[in-house]
Nanobody, 120 residues
Framework: QVQLVESGGGLVQAGGSLSLSCTVSGSMRRLDGMGWYRQAPGKERELVATITSSGSTKYADSAKGRFTISGDNAKNTVYLQMNTLQPEDTAVYYC??????????????WGQGTQVTVSS
């Protein structure tokens, strides 16, 4: 079955950097895109960045200029390079994958989440 495995979270000081990665394992007929979402304590989950299999990217306003999303189609892996991190970036970051499953329906998968904590 399809699973998403995330890594790279941790504790950093304001202004520091972290790199997250997420790899999709299992079977999917077609992987159309992947993305990163985050959920801070007491807040709703929000989109951070997405990337399609063709390389098109979108960013939340808060991420533009600081975060970079990239992917490796051969490895079914997506990355998120986060620079100049601020305390407001503290959240659990979740990897997401969308595409067409084995039975032909659109599927949406989520990773378990990785904690990012930015101290001031």
């Amino acid at each position: 079955q399809v699973q998403l495995v995330e890594s790279g979270g941790g504790l950093v000081q304001a202004g520091g950097s972290l790199s997250l990665s997420c790899t999709v394992s299992g079977s999917m007929r077609r992987l159309d895109g992947m993305g990163w979402y985050r959920q801070a304590p007491g807040k709703e989950r929000e989109l951070v960045a997405t990337i399609t299999s063709s390389g098109s990217t979108k960013y939340a306003d808060s991420a533009k200029g600081r975060f970079t999303i990239s992917g490796d189609n051969a490895k079914n892996t997506v990355y998120l390079q986060m620079n100049t991190l601020q305390p407001e970036d503290t959240a659990v970051y979740y990897c997401n994958a969308v595409g067409i499953g084995r039975i032909g329906l659109r599927e949406n998968y989520w990773g378990q989440g990785t904690q990012v904590t930015v101290s001031s």
